[in-house]
């Protein structure tokens, strides 16, 4: 089995943590290491869309925590589900999220902020080699993404 699929589990063991504390969050991790690790075990469209419906619940799970009441990210589910299903890029829209979420909870949200930072600069490096899932730089940089931003997440929340 490959690291992007086993790393996936990073997901859910922080969902697993939070589901005490900040349930709704928890359940999405749990959700989108689910998702992913479908996708990272196949790798077909349609998997992909679950992958990305996964980290767009989890974006709304983290706005309804920490930015608007609960019901507005409900009433903003349909729409992520079109996003996912587009396959339009998306990065934006849930990075932009994520800085909202540390905004709002800024000053301790600044290791959350830190680790996503990294994250992010690690996914971007393992970017290069995604036409070949298979390759190890891509492997172990995408693997690194999914334990930092459960972490980040894991820590910005709990």
């Known amino acids: 089995m490959r690291l992007e699929v086993i790393t996936n589990a990073a997901y859910v063991i922080a969902g697993g943590a939070l589901l005490d504390s900040t349930p709704m969050v928890g359940v999405a991790l749990i959700l989108t290491g689910v998702l992913s690790a479908l996708y990272h075990i196949g790798h077909t469209p349609e998997a992909r869309r679950l992958d990305r419906l996964g980290v767009l619940i989890l974006t709304l ?3 309804a925590q920490a930015v608007w009441p609960w019901w507005v ?9 079109l996003l996912a299903w587009s396959l339009r890029p998306m990065d ?11 905004v ?16 992010l600069a690690v996914a ?3 970017e290069r080699y995604e036409d070949t ?26």
């Open 92 to 102: 934006l829209y849930v990075a932009a999220a994520f800085g909202l979420v540390i």
């Open 104 to 119: 709002r909870l800024w000053p301790t949200s600044i290791p959350s902020a830190i680790l996503f930072l990294l994250a």
């Open 133 to 158: 899932p298979e390759d190890m730089h891509y492997q172990v940089a995408h693997g690194i993404w999914h334990v930092l931003s459960a972490i980040a997440v894991a820590y910005l929340v709990g």
């Open 73 to 81: 990210s409900l009433l903003l589910l349909p729409a992520a589900g």
């Open 124 to 126: 971007a490096y393992g």
């Open 61 to 63: 799970a983290l706005l």
